[in-house]
T-cell receptor
Framework: KQEVTQIPAALSVPEGENLVLNCSFTDSAIYNLQWFRQDPGKGLTSLLLIQSSQREQTSGRLNASLDKSSGRSTLYIAASQPGDSATYLCAVRQEGGATNKLIFGTGTLLAVQP | DVKVTQSSRYLVKRTGEKVFLECVQDMDHENMFWYRQDPGLGLRLIYFSYDVKMKEKGDIPEGYSVSREKKERFSLILESASTNQTSMYLC???????????FGDGTRLSIL
């Protein structure tokens, strides 16, 4: 059974720092991996999606990498800003499934201090 | 941009009531999903639908049912609400099975 883990559960950094969020999964047979952002009391906003054949994806100050064989993904945020404060979730979609079922980690709560 | 709209942001109901949560998407997506989110447990899939009138159980379907009479609308039904169904409910949609899921803002449901 696929398990997705995000460590640390919470992170606090000063504004301007570069930071890395981690996501690990136990079954490497994934179709893709998606990173989301969730603001308090809100839904999820899709940030980046990496297909299993890709190594990384970039969007602005965000860069997500995927090492499928070792079951790891990282989300790199450059020059962090207070507006980046949110919970970041990763989710994997299994290979071979007939559905688009995502399996989520429990998230990392990020606080960027001004 | 994809727009997924959930009818209520906050809802308070009583034990035993029949509760309807509505979700509408405006991008002609084939697939729609209902999740619940609880502290320490993350998001868990309740039901999903890959076409009109089609539905499949997710990981935690007990106590819930769904309806998809039109492509753009996916309803979650709590047949007889119980206090353990107090949670944040999130609806999502995707164009195909391989495309990203897009989420609504969620409905925070309290069962008293």
């Amino acid at each position: 059974k696929q398990e997705v883990t995000q460590i640390p559960a919470a992170l606090s950094v000063p504004e301007g720092e570069n930071l890395v969020l981690n996501c690990s999964f136990t079954d490497s047979a994934i179709y893709n991996l998606q990173w989301f952002r969730q603001d308090p009391g809100k839904g999820l906003t899709s940030l980046l999606l990496i297909q299993s054949s890709q190594r990384e994806q970039t969007s602005g100050r965000l860069n997500a990498s995927l090492d499928k064989s070792s079951g790891r993904s990282t989300l790199y945020i450059a020059a962090s800003q207070p507006g980046d404060s949110a919970t970041y979730l990763c989710a994997v979609r299994q290979e071979g499934g007939a559905t688009n079922k995502l399996i989520f980690g429990t998230g990392t709560l990020l606080a960027v201090q001004p | 941009d994809v727009k997924v709209t959930q009818s209520s942001r906050y809802l308070v109901k009583r034990t035993g009531e029949k509760v309807f949560l509505e979700c509408v998407q405006d991008m002609d997506h084939e697939n729609m999903f209902w999740y619940r989110q609880d502290p320490g447990l993350g998001l868990r899939l309740i039901y999903f639908s890959y076409d009109v009138k089609m539905k499949e159980k997710g990981d935690i379907p007990e106590g819930y049912s769904v309806s998809r009479e039109k492509k753009e609308r996916f309803s979650l039904i709590l047949e007889s609400a119980s206090t353990n169904q107090t949670s944040m409910y999130l609806c999502a949609s995707s164009l195909t099975l391989h495309q990203p899921q897009h989420f609504g803002d969620g409905t925070r449901l309290s069962i008293l």
